[in-house]
């Protein structure tokens, strides 16, 4: 079965601090996978995929087949990430993505 | 830059009446899908569209459900008869090609049923 899993409902950090925001995943074959951000208010934005390798705002996330784990990192935390952070799986048929139920990363000073 | 743009923000309901909840996608995307999120849970696929068909669906969208692209802009949800369970933020998103591309999401349509 095709499950993404986000064990942390809540993380809270001093600004400053690292932050590690973790997912692990069940998949079979080669997952695409994605972190998406909803700032308060605000909709779902995508955050980043592993496809392209990307660093956004800072984040970075390596997908780590042999723990099947796709944890996102920050070196040091800002206040303006204090967001609800969804990691998502596509599914085999690439016609959907799979959700965990998101950690709620709260930065303060 | 572009936007996908969903209303009402907010419909209230009473418990078997239809409600149809519309979204406008990025005009240049071709990709389209809603999801739903009951309060205090994740957030759940329910049905993908594509070249004006359903491409995937999942065990939520029953046939209480629809789904419809009726002019090339709009893509709407239909609940024929809602449930007080119906009661979720529904999503919009649209993408130019497969989940891979990343999806644009709207800024959902609270459904409250009564």
Known sequence: AQRVT???????VFKGAPVELKCNYSYSGSPELFWYVQYSRQRLQLLLRHISRESIKGFTADLNKG????????????????????CALSNQAGTALIFGKGTTLSVSS | EPEVTQTPSHQVTQM??????????????????????????????????YNNEISEKSEIFDDQFSVERPD??????????????DSAMYFCASSRGPPGYGYTFGSGTRLTVV
């Open chain 1, 6 to 12: 986000q064990p942390e409902k809540l993380l809270s």
């Open chain 1, 67 to 86: 723990e099947t784990s796709f944890h996102l990192k920050k070196p040091f935390a800002q206040e303006e990430d204090s967001a609800m952070y969804y």
């Open chain 2, 72 to 85: 090339g802009s709009n893509f709407t949800l239909k609940i024929r008869s809602t449930k007080l369970e």
């Open chain 2, 16 to 49: 078997g009446q239809e409600v149809i909840l519309r979204c406008v996608p990025i005009s240049n995307h071709l990709y389209f899908y809603w999801y739903r999120q009951i309060l205090g849970q994740k957030v759940e696929f329910l049905v993908s569209f």
